[in-house]
């Protein structure tokens, strides 16, 4: 039997136990579990990774809880600017967008750059506009925001009043949303989605849509989807490097993975994360922080969701696809 995996994150942005009542931590893990079986929905029918990642990030952009499409952080002025990719480990093929403000899903635009523009990064209002003439559905601006991230917009303009912003909480600061898959015929591919970090300035693009530092896949060595503080991820090129690490130091996944987020990105005490899947489906899910939200299944037909310690069976799947 070949092995198919499937790993998602809903961004290591995850907030202390106490704040928030079980009833809202079941409810994201719902989510999550939604998210997971629409990407196995794909990959057990024998469908591909690239469509498997792209199912099952949009599910997270459709949830409230999670920072990307619905739901997702606000920038200086009180605007959502969405970024997004997309990467075929097959080929290298590779799509994003920056900048979106009206675009439902930006990891579909993302696809869909890949697919028809004949460029790797489009953003902005052309963003919209190109997601737009693709037959995409397209929503006003404030179809993104929620209470939430209006809460957490205003603490964060407090704390950068007050000078204390590196005090705040990883969840009023950050999150995002990723995917990562092998398939039965042995492709990777990675997605990421996120509205980048509450109170961001404008027009500033993160690692999400950076092919490399956010989202990277190559068939045979690894499909990465990362969460923290973009800067550093692009300053790192985290997805690259973890792949580097396993093809060239020959590092298993989990040493690559944990090396670049544990280690490497340490020193700056930012809050960090990712998933990764290999070409033989093993997974892991590293983060420095207190929790990230998160989910897999691989191999034993089982599928797994976290936010903390504490991992949740949900369901047992069909293993074989
Ligand atoms: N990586 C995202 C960004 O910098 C934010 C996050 O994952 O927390 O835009």
């Known amino acids: ?31 999550l579990a939604a998210s997971l079986r629409a990407g196995w929905a794909v990959l ?4 591909s990774a690239l469509d498997a990642v792209e199912a099952a990030v949009v599910v997270m952009e459709d949830s409230p809880h999670f920072n990307a499409g619905y739901g997702a952080a606000l920038n200086e002025n009180a605007e959502h600017e969405l970024d997004a990719s997309i990467m075929n480990g097959a080929d290298l093929d590779a799509g994003a967008v920056s900048a979106a403000s009206r675009i439902r899903n930006p990891v579909k ?9 004949g460029a790797v990064l489009l953003t902005g209002a052309a963003a919209d506009r190109f997601a737009e003439r693709c037959g995409l559905e397209m929503v006003a601006p404030d179809y993104f925001t929620t209470q ?18 590196a005090a705040a909480s990883e969840a009023e600061k950050h999150g995002t949303v990723g995917a990562v898959a092998l398939d039965a015929d042995g492709h990777l591919a990675a997605a990421t989605s996120t509205g ?29 989807s990362g969460t923290g503080q973009g800067e550093f991820f692009i300053r790192h090129v985290v997805g690259h490097e973890i792949a580097s690490r396993i093809a060239y130091r020959g590092e298993t996944l989990e040493m690559a993975a944990n090396g670049v987020i544990r280690e490497d990105l340490k020193s700056y005490g930012i809050g960090a994360g990712a998933v990764a899947v290999d070409g033989a489906g093993n997974v892991c899910a ?23 310690d504490e991992v949740f069976c949900v369901e047992t799947l069909e293993a074989s696809a």
């Open 196 to 224: 980048g970090y509450n109170n961001k300035p404008e027009g500033r693009v993160g690692d999400s849509p950076i092919i490399g530092a956010g989202t990277y896949a190559r068939d045979g060595v690894c499909a990465v």
């Open 44 to 47: 057990s029918k024998g469908g």
């Open 148 to 165: 939430r991230r209006q809460d957490a917009l205003a603490a964060m303009k407090e704390h950068a009043k007050a000078g204390t912003a």
């Open 109 to 117: 635009a993302a696809r869909a750059v890949m697919e028809k523009s």
């Open 1 to 31: 039997m070949k092995p198919v995996a499937l790993a998602i994150h809903g961004g290591c942005g995850v907030m202390a136990k106490s704040d928030l009542r079980e009833e809202e931590w079941e409810a994201a893990r719902a989510d």
């Open 286 to 308: 590293p983060y420095n922080t207190a929790g990230m939200f998160r989910g897999w299944t691989a191999g034993d037909g089982a599928l797994y969701v976290a936010s903390h």
